[in-house]
């Protein structure tokens, strides 16, 4: 049984904060690797926001992942999926002998009670949380959490995931990275345009 933590964002572009937290995720799961899902477009921005070609992303988040058991993949947009739920139950149909947890930031499930058939989500697979700086308090006073606090299981057991009853989720807390990729925009708002896709790596 192969242990698979899914990351998924925009990448816009990534940066040492996205490798940190997924290295750290790996070894507090036990992960045998890590797939970064770079998404062909996130519902919930809007279209008229800074959002580079995928095909930078993606090469970004290759460039960041190299020599780190994180592979990065356009898998969303080859499986024609728009929202989480729909990828997720995709990959578990693809590959059935593989075991899957949803790897998010504080931020993220601060909004996740937005995200389509959210607790259906938490239902397909184990969620685990990584704190972030500033986010983590609107993330345990929100709506999903209101929710998903019963099924909270302790940091201590977080490498026992593929044995958790569903729902479940665990709070992760790592050294703290402040890198951030609307910074790293405005400070070179055409890192995209030198961006060239390294060669394709298949999942």
């Known amino acids: ?12 572009p990534a940066h040492r904060g996205h490798r940190r937290i997924t290295l750290g995720a790996i070894r507090a799961l036990a992960l045998d690797e890590a797939w970064w899902l770079v998404s062909p477009g996130n519902p919930l921005k809007d279209a008229a926001t800074d959002m580079a070609p995928i095909a930078a992303r993606l090469a970004s988040a290759r460039r960041v992942a190299a020599h ?13 999926t728009r929202y989480t739920r ?8 693809r590959y059935p002998k593989t075991r899957f947890v949803w790897i998010m930031g504080a931020d993220n499930l601060a909004q996740f009670h937005s995200w389509r ?3 259906g989500i938490a239902r397909e697979v184990p969620i685990a949380v990584v704190a972030r700086p500033g986010y983590e308090g609107n993330a345990l006073a929100g709506p999903a959490m209101g ?3 019963r099924f909270r ?3 201590t ?7 958790w009853e569903l729902p479940a989720l665990v709070l992760l807390r790592f050294r703290p990275d402040p890198t ?14 030198r961006a060239a896709a390294p060669p394709f790596d298949e999942v």
């Open 1 to 12: 049984m192969t242990r698979i933590g899914l990351l998924g964002g925009s990448f816009n």
């Open 86 to 93: 729909d990828t997720i139950r995709a990959l578990k149909r």
């Open 157 to 163: 057991s977080a490498k026992d995931w593929t044995t």
């Open 147 to 149: 929710w998903l606090r």
């Open 153 to 155: 299981r302790p940091a």
């Open 117 to 119: 058939d959210w607790r």
């Open 180 to 193: 951030s990729a609307t910074r790293l925009r405005a400070a070179d708002p055409d890192w995209h345009r």
């Open 68 to 80: 780190a058991p994180i592979r990065a993949t356009d898998i969303e947009t080859r499986l024609g």
